[in-house]
């Protein structure tokens, strides 16, 4: 078994070799999600101010677009724009800003303070930031650092830091370094997280073999997220024969079950033919139970009834099918499908969960038919408790209808029925997928 510390000098070895490769990327800025990549996010490409005063927005076929307003006219253009501040009206504010000559961008900054506060113009001051971070990314933090309010101060240095860190990675882990005994351990985290982000988009081989050489200064739960982090990386580069490398080196436990459930629900997410693959060759080690789950929770989320089948044929009887079974009436939109399929079974403790979250799905359109699923239940204390839950939420909604019910009822046993009359009027819970 290698080391982790040789797991690391291997890898890097191969990729020198030529089996990883350097994988070079530009740093972009969110700005591309905005509008797709026919728009360039340069700083100060992204428009520019005509002699008409009019902004223009250029696009990758060099065509001129005006946006009919002006970017730089302070009395009449988006620096006084009071309201109302409609979707159109942040879409010319966020253009003309994104603009802005770099040079100017303190002043953008601060012409952006002056709206009313919201999420729009938080985003829209992360972009300046990170954009700002491409030229001057220590002036971008400090910046940052002082933002008042918690949340956006957090996002804005966890976006300059990945920006940083992609274009100067040792400079920007130096930095955080010296944070770290003034921010707390989950800010520290959350900011490595992103730093090694970004310096997995300029070379994916190089954050793996820096992260070799830090891990062991790190908390079990952050080596835990970075580890995951850097899979899903591999995953996303197509380097899969290189992300199960990367697994079999790490050693047998907690990280390498959490980095094994990482790949397959990576995989499963973009390719499931690949993933299918991928887990077959698991089968029969330790983490092929948590892989198979992970597995089953990504595909469901698209195609329940084709994860349905699946696990039919390949997970009966294992001893995560109640898992996987819960997930898939969990994500299955078709009630009646999902119920159908769990009708094939046995009633079983497997059975239980996913009885239960079926319940919980349909309680409130087909109350009879809940509270028939319940009485399945081979477990009394479960099975109690989710009678109980149905009956308050029917009598919250319609009282006199579950009293009919309770009083004609042939199925139900007497102890069963108190149960439910006693059970207090309430609404249940709202279900969330």
Known sequence: MLTKSTSFLVLFSL????????????????????????????????????????????GADG?????????????????????????????????????????????????????????????????????????????????AREITQDGHRRDATEA?????????????????????????????????????????????????????TTSESLDSRQTRRAISQLV???????????????????????????????LISELAEVDVAKALQVLSSFEGTENFGSMQQAFVDEWSRDDPSAAAAYVSENAEGSSEFSRMASQIVRRWDDITAASDWLAQYEPSSALDRPTMMLVYRSHNEDPEGAISWATSMTNDQMRNRVLSAVASNWKHNDEAGLNAFLSQSATLTETQKQLMQDAPARAMRRFRR
């Open 160 to 212: 300059i830091l990945r920006v940083w860190a992609g274009k100067e990675p040792k400079k920007a882990f130096a930095w955080l370094e010296d944070q770290r005994g003034t921010i707390d351990a989950e800010e520290y985290n959350r900011l490595f997280d992103d730093a090694l982000r970004g310096y997995a988009d300029l070379s994916l081989v190089d954050a793996i073999e820096y992260f070799g």
């Open 15 to 58: 990729a020198t070799a030529g089996s990883l490769g350097f994988m070079v990327g530009r740093v972009t800025s969110s700005s591309e999600e905005w509008f797709g990549s026919s728009i360039s996010t340069e700083p100060n490409q992204l428009g520019s101010a005509s002699a008409s005063g009019d902004t223009e927005l250029i």
């Open 63 to 143: 065509a001129r677009k005006s946006l009919g307003f002006d970017s730089q006219d302070q009395s009449g253009g988006w620096y006084n724009i009071t309201g109302p501040f409609t979707a159109d009206a942040w879409m010319k504010i966020r253009l003309a800003a994104l603009s802005a000559p770099i040079e100017q961008v303190e002043q953008t900054l601060a012409r952006l303070a002056q709206f009313p506060a919201s999420e729009e113009r938080f985003r829209l001051e992360r972009e300046v930031l990170a954009q700002w971070a491409t030229v001057d990314p220590q002036a971008a933090l400090r910046y």
């Open 232 to 262: 899903q990386s591999l995953i996303q580069q197509g380097l899969v024969t290189d992300a199960e490398a990367y697994l079999s080196m790490l050693p047998e436990g907690e990280l390498q079950e959490r980095a094994s459930r990482e």
